[in-house]
């Protein structure tokens, strides 16, 4: 796992040359590149353009029904963002022009979290994906010049073409390019040629799910923006604008039509879970406990349930908010694979923080005593600490010379939380305290933790 404090000083390094590789990147307007689109706002933290992600899918779709090709080739890189050579990375940094000293401090840390193997990029960091996609700009580029038609999102590619020979001499000529340029290959399992008429039936399928009875519904959904910007000046406005719009659609139904497929359709669980945040009373306790009983089948969007559930959870009814725990508590009481990413078993952790019952404590306690994960097991310091755990967090002390770093600054804030008792070990201990732990240490001390202040989590 990366650093947390290094992967938003790669952000740093990468966002300093963000908006020439923006420019170097196919125009929006084109309709081709869909992915990650740099549109920085300040004012809502957001670093791209949220409303073009969506149409990847929609603008193949028209344009297929409006231009004619006979034949469409569908591919995606097998295992891409693992994969990466950073010297192609490098190289095309120089293409840009960026600044030498940025590039150089971007490769030393991508070097670094790498153990010098010199390919790969932290998956899921908005660093990686800004540098992935201009990585990417290079083959885009060239299938401009070639007129091919296409469109791509991240990895995933849609080429038009005439009939079956120029479909799969358009599908060798992209492996060709990936292989000798970026070392990469193409995903067998999702390589395919299809005919007009079936990529036209699958995407349908996709936008508007595998039956007719509430396709129409599905397809508005997906159509509306589902998204405010709490800064604006007409923030409250935009919220009730939003949530009148959807009062004509029944969230708890869709989602449960949606999990009786073998496959979810990754942007409409999206969309249905955006719309979670909008519901209130009888309906928000529905939603929510349908998802809860479902988890298994949501896994796609996983971190989006439970973002949702971390957000939603305290507008819930009591009895509402023990199901949500303990549906989740049985999933990492058996082990689930469901949490056995850091990610998701995070997630969890903070859910948990937020509801104190045994159950909660117990499987948190579960997760930090099963997990080697840094990102876990210092969420569980945080969460016992505001919890009041103050039995968990005592037992910690012997152990504070073997914790890592995030896990002992974890425990120097939780400490506080001890009173005399914590008071009394950081006195005897504060010489082993680095600089940056002692800094931490007297911004916690300046927090009235006597009164209710909590850990952020």
């Known amino acids: 796992m990366i650093d947390p404090l290094w992967n938003t000083f790669l952000l740093y390094q990468v966002l300093k040359i963000a908006d020439k590789i923006e420019s170097s990147r196919i125009a929006k307007n084109k309709g081709s590149v869909f992915s990650y689109r740099i549109k920085i706002n300040v004012d809502n933290g957001k670093l791209f353009d949220t409303d073009i992600n969506w149409l990847f899918y929609e603008t193949a779709l028209k344009d297929i029904i409006d231009s004619g090709p006979s034949y469409v080739v569908r591919f995606d890189i097998s295992d891409f963002y693992n994969r990466i050579y950073h010297h192609r990375l490098e190289n095309a940094i120089i293409r840009i022009g960026a600044d030498h000293d940025i590039k150089i401090r971007i490769m030393k840390i991508l070097q670094d979290i790498s153990n010098n193997d010199s390919y790969g990029l932290p998956i899921g960091g908005n660093a990686s994906r800004i540098l992935a996609e201009l ?89 509306l923006r589902i998204h405010y910007d709490p800064y604006s000046v007409t923030a409250k406005e935009d919220y009730k604008n939003i949530r009148e719009e959807l009062e004509g659609f029944d969230i708890s139904s869709l989602i449960k039509n949606e999990i009786r497929k073998s496959r979810i359709n990754l942007a409409l669980g999206k969309q249905l879970m955006s719309a979670i945040l909008y519901l209130e009373n009888e309906k928000l306790d529905l939603a929510i406990k349908t ?4 988890l298994i089948e949501l896994y796609p969007v996983l971190p989006n349930v439970l973002q949702v559930l971390f957000k939603k959870i ?30 998701n078993a995070a997630y969890a952790v903070r859910l948990f923080s937020l509801v104190n019952t045994e159950i909660a404590l117990q499987a948190i306690e579960s997760l930090y005593s099963k997990s080697d994960s840094v990102l876990v097991r210092y969420n569980c310091i945080y969460a016992m600490t505001n919890l009041n755990n103050h039995y968990w967090i005592a037992n910690l002390k012997s152990k504070f010379n073997v914790f890592t770093s995030w896990e002992r600054r974890a425990f120097i804030a939780a400490s506080y939380f001890l009173r005399e008792e914590g008071k009394h070990w950081r006195n005897h201990t504060k010489e082993q305290f680095s600089k940056f732990e002692l800094q931490l240490r007297d911004w916690i001390a300046s927090k009235d933790v006597v009164n209710g202040w909590r850990l952020p989590l």
């Open 135 to 223: 990585l990417l700009n290079s083959m885009a580029q060239m299938l401009v010049s070639k007129r091919f038609k296409f469109y791509r999102f991240v990895d995933d590619y849609i080429v038009f073409a005439n009939d079956i020979e120029d479909a799969y001499k358009k599908l060798i000529w992209c492996a060709d390019f990936m292989l000798r340029n970026w070392g990469l290959t193409q995903q067998k399992s999702k390589t395919q040629i299809q005919q007009k008429s079936e990529f036209i039936g699958h995407v349908k399928a996709m936008l508007e799910g595998d039956d007719n009875i509430q396709s129409r519904e599905r397809s508005d959904l997906l159509k």
């Open 291 to 294: 998802i809860c009983s479902n």
């Open 314 to 343: 305290s507008e819930l009814s009591n009895d509402s908010q023990i199901f949500v725990i303990n549906e989740i508590a049985k999933h990492i009481e058996k082990d689930s694979y469901l949490f056995q990413t850091e990610n």
